[in-house]
């Protein structure tokens, strides 16, 4: 498997622990921040996060991100038997923390909690058996409470220092079900810059144009090049509204009028034009979700200006068409003939004017032409 952080100088950034706890819900909620945007060219929005968080995910209970269960339930296990969990690389415990809650269906009320934090009947057992292996010893037959056991696991570190959050595993306990259940979670790290766009304290976000480009990179120093899960060339993006109007995220990747990879850490972002002005979110999926392996989630939160409106070009005017001269001086048989005083003169001289505004603009183009200073 491909170890989850890459081993690094000792010069590697420490990130914040994040706060709260992680779940299902929050694994493409997170934020990356505020982009830039140049003098000219479109705005890029650097993915840098401030904040890496690991979450475990019950791939046995609800399958994967790419491929969710379609009937997702509790794992089977028998009374007295052993769940063993196996921790993917880059993650170990030094003392593994379990706690067992027991009730009549997933997601009720616990009828009875044990724990490694308990000693006596509510107590639970939990050994290393080998790197980042561990096994649970499971209560024996108890009618009076189960079937369904919530385990919730703790103490779990990383190789890089990263807060680990793993999720809740479901257990269906019954005398006839297998001795043992094998739990090996996977990893899904989500990358925050610097909060949440879901959470009731609303990020600044970057403000983009419906229908406009934007670049989307990935910095040398990037934690998203040092985790190793994927790259731009490769990555899911979506679109999710926050607003409200929309409750099925908008695929970008895949349609290259919408997203195109220049490179491993560089692409261009384009959002429909029709798209309604609000908050939104995009969201970076880092790596193969179908392969087992560890993927990584960013998001930044973007605030979407509407496209500006398309005005209509102005009609064509049709041409005026020329008007008629009639020389009323010439009035003769043999077609010349005074015209009245001062008439003629004054034709001369508009003439004369015109011929010479004329030669005066050809002069001009000519010398605009053969002159070289000109061009400067």
């Known amino acids: 498997m491909t170890p989850l952080v890459p081993t690094r100088g000792p010069g590697r950034r420490r990130l914040a622990a994040r706060t709260g706890v992680l779940g299902l819900a929050v694994l493409a909620s997170t934020a990356l921040g505020a982009g830039t945007a140049g003098a000219e060219g479109p705005a890029t929005i650097p993915l840098d996060p401030t904040d890496v968080a690991i979450v475990l995910e019950a791939v046995e209970n609800f399958g994967t991100a790419a491929d969710p269960a379609e009937d997702p339930g509790p794992v089977p296990v028998a009374w007295g038997g052993a769940v063993v969990l196996q921790l993917p690389d880059g993650l170990d415990a030094t003392t593994l923390g379990a706690r067992l809650e027991l009730g009549p269906e997933v ?126 060339q490769d990555a899911g993006v979506t679109l999710v509204d926050l607003t409200g109007a929309h409750d099925a995220p908008l695929p970008l990747s895949g349609d290259p009028a919408r997203y195109a990879a220049a490179g491993p850490w560089d692409a261009t972002v384009t959002l429909p034009a029709d798209l309604g002005p609000g908050r939104h979110y995009l969201s970076v999926l880092l790596g193969d979700p179908t392969s087992g392996g560890p993927v990584t989630i960013a998001t930044v939160e973007l605030q979407v200006l509407a496209a500006p409106a398309v005005v209509p070009p102005a009609a064509e005017q049709p041409p005026t068409p020329p008007v008629a001269v009639v020389n009323v001086g010439l009035r003769s048989n043999t077609g010349v003939e005074a015209a009245e005083a001062g008439a003629t003169r004054t034709g001369a001289l508009a003439t004369g004017a015109g011929l010479l505004v004329l030669a005066g603009v050809g002069a001009v183009v000519l010398r605009t032409r053969r002159d070289p200073r000109a061009e400067d």
């Open 107 to 232: 997601g009720g009320s616990p009828t009875r909690v044990l724990s490694t934090d308990t000693p006596g009947p509510d107590g639970l057992v939990a050994s290393r058996v080998g790197s980042g292996r561990f096994t649970i010893a499971l209560p024996p037959l108890d009618p009076a409470n189960g079937p369904i056991g919530a385990l919730l696991v703790s103490g779990v570190t990383s190789e890089d220092g990263f807060p680990v959050h793993p999720d809740t595993y479901f257990l269906e306990l019954h005398p006839t079900a297998p001795p043992t259940a094998e739990l090996d979670p996977q990893v899904t790290v989500v990358a925050d810059q610097p909060c949440d766009p879901t959470a009731a304290v609303r990020c600044a976000g970057t403000t983009v144009t419906a229908g406009t480009p934007f670049r989307v990179t990935v910095p040398p120093g990037s934690e998203l090049r040092a985790l190793g899960h994927g790259t731009l």
